[in-house]
């Protein structure tokens, strides 16, 4: 067993080292767990919906020193760690409502002899594979609906959330879910491969696209259910009637809040050309009262960069978008340690052939594009091979309705960005990835049909 060794981003300092799982203690812990799913699933459902508002509760009692865990092994400023733990309440009290309906029996047919009803029933043993970025939402996007519809849990936190990983399952067995129920696996890469070497029934997956490409390389073959829920370069046009100002200041807080490593950040925008002046001006304006700094204090907006080797990505995409004729406006290379630090950065005269538009940067840098026309604008929005969320800027409804019509992706915005709501469905298009969690169709998504054919006689 390797231990895991968890540092501070913000700081570089070792905060503790924890024992890891390996391929032998992993395929114990999913024995236990697949031998303890089926008791789990025959619990009535209001046992288990009152094992989660026992969960919730202690999240609101812990909440401080869970968001303290979070901002201190993630870099995520703590007023944002303490709004993901608020966020997540209302997630869970969408998913506690929804349940019941979501997987009652359905009767479809029936003529007096012949009954025909759709029944839910859990998947069985289902793994989930994390990022670092939401912990909170990402982990209980599966963990809360899986556990609520009968599902034994294996789940692997990041490496850089660990020990807020630790704490979910922690407050979920004091809450009353049994241990083998919900187990989570401490470790990197190589114990998330062990977890998909064990016989699941689903794994859900939320990271980068190659990793899960390399995800399902390991469950090809295997008729299993797969969700990816993978990166983005989400777009956003910004129409010549739209207010500049109102515009700018709502698109810098989305391509840069949580420092932009959030999978649904404002990752390119387009501006009309009549109105492009102004709004990058206020666009550099905004971005220049973002307060970068220690993540524990309470008016940093800017946090660390969680992990170091992102801010190789970032530098490099700043250099090659420079080298090909963009111009850089503010901010544009890493800071000193300790930690790792990267400031806010905008870019202009930007264009397609610069990774800086076409790959997920997943920090707090942005290239902004002039664009002559609505169509120029969804052809540049379409022209990539993401597919996560996209939007528009327009006081006009119609025109808002009929552009984003036109894009690829599984969540549009008009007027707004950078938003997730539990009762909307949260899925990608293209390398965005497969499946979906959040609103009714991502709890049913932890279950599957049983047809009931009945003859009365
Ligand atoms: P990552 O792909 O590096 O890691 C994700 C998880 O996969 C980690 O738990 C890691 O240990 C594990 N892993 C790594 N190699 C593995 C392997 N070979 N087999 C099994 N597991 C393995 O991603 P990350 O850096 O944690 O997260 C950032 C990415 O996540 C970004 O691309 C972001 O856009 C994306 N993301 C997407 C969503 C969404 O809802 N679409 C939400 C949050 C983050």
Same mark, same amino acid.
């Given at each position: 067993?390797? #231990?895991? &060794? ?34 789990? /699933? ?9 094992? @989660? *508002? ?22 995520? #400023? @703590?007023?944002? =760690?303490?709004? *993901?733990?608020?966020?997540? !309440? ?39 594979? =994390? ?15 899986? !556990? ?14 660990? !020990? ?21 696996? $401490? ?9 998909? /070497?064990?016989? $699941? ?13 390399? @995800? ?18 989400? #777009?956003?046009? $910004? ?11 709502? !698109? ?36 220049g009262t973002f307060k970068l700094g220690d993540p524990a204090s309470e008016d940093t907006y800017i946090g660390a960069i969680t992990r170091a080797q ?5 530098? /490099? ?5 420079? &080298? ?19 400031? #806010?950065?905008?870019?202009?005269? $930007? ?7 076409? *790959? ?16 120029? &604008? @969804?052809?540049?929005?379409?022209d990539t091979r993401y597919g996560l969320t996209a939007g528009v800027y327009t006081p006009d409804e119609a025109r808002a309705r009929a552009l984003l ?5 599984? =969540? ?46």
């Amino acid at each position: 067993m390797t #231990p895991l &060794a968890i540092h501070n981003p913000a700081n570089g300092q070792l905060i503790t080292t924890l024992p890891a799982d390996d391929a032998t203690s992993v395929a114990a812990k999913a024995a236990a767990a697949r031998a303890a799913q089926a008791q789990w /699933a025959a619990v009535p459902l209001a046992r288990r919906q009152a094992c @989660i *508002e026992a969960f919730r509760a202690g999240v609101v009692r812990d909440l401080e020193s869970l968001a303290a865990t979070m901002t201190r092994e993630t870099g995520k #400023p @703590i007023r944002m =760690s303490r709004n *993901e733990l608020n966020g997540l !309440l209302g997630r869970i009290d969408f998913f506690l409502k929804a349940v019941e309906s979501t997987t009652a029996t359905e009767t479809v047919y029936d003529d007096g002899g012949m009954k025909e009803q759709i029944q839910h029933t859990p998947l069985g043993l289902v793994a989930n594979i =994390s990022a670092w970025n939401y912990p909170w939402f990402v982990g209980c996007n599966v963990i809360v609906p899986a !556990l609520l519809t009968g599902n034994a849990v294996l789940y692997k936190p990041s490496e850089y959330a660990t !020990l807020t990983g630790l704490e979910i399952a922690r407050l979920l067995h004091e809450a009353g879910v049994p241990k083998d129920v919900m187990t989570c696996l $401490v470790g990197g890469g190589e114990v998330g491969a062990a977890l998909l /070497a064990q016989q $699941v029934d689903g794994v859900f997956f939320t990271g980068s696209v190659a990793t899960g490409q390399r @995800i399902a390389q390991a469950v090809r073959g295997r008729f299993i259910k797969l969700q990816l829920e993978l990166g983005g370069k989400d #777009p956003t046009y $910004v129409c010549e009637d739209a207010d500049p100002k109102a515009a700018a200041e709502s !698109l810098a807080d989305g391509a840069m809040y949580n420092t932009g490593q959030s999978c649904c950040s404002v990752e390119r925008i387009y501006v009309h050309e009549k109105i492009y002046d102004a709004f990058v001006s206020h666009f550099v304006k905004t971005v220049g009262t973002f307060k970068l700094g220690d993540p524990a204090s309470e008016d940093t907006y800017i946090g660390a960069i969680t992990r170091a080797q992102q801010l190789d990505v970032l530098d /490099a995409q700043v250099a090659d978008a420079k &080298a090909r004729g963009a111009v850089l406006l503010t901010g544009g290379a890493r800071m000193a340690g300790p930690g790792n630090w990267y400031p #806010p950065t905008v870019l202009v005269n $930007v264009d397609h052939s610069m990774a800086l538009m076409q *790959e997920e940067s997943f920090g707090p840098i942005i290239g902004i594009q002039k664009v002559g026309n609505d169509a120029q &604008a @969804i052809a540049l929005m379409n022209d990539t091979r993401y597919g996560l969320t996209a939007g528009v800027y327009t006081p006009d409804e119609a025109r808002a309705r009929a552009l984003l019509a036109q894009v690829n992706a599984g =969540s549009v915005y008009w007027n707004c960005c950078d938003r997730v709501s539990p009762r909307l469905p949260w899925s990608g298009y293209g390398d965005s990835g497969i499946g979906l969690t959040l609103s009714t169709y991502g709890i049913q998504t932890f279950c599957r049909t049983k047809a009931w054919h009945l003859r009365s006689a």
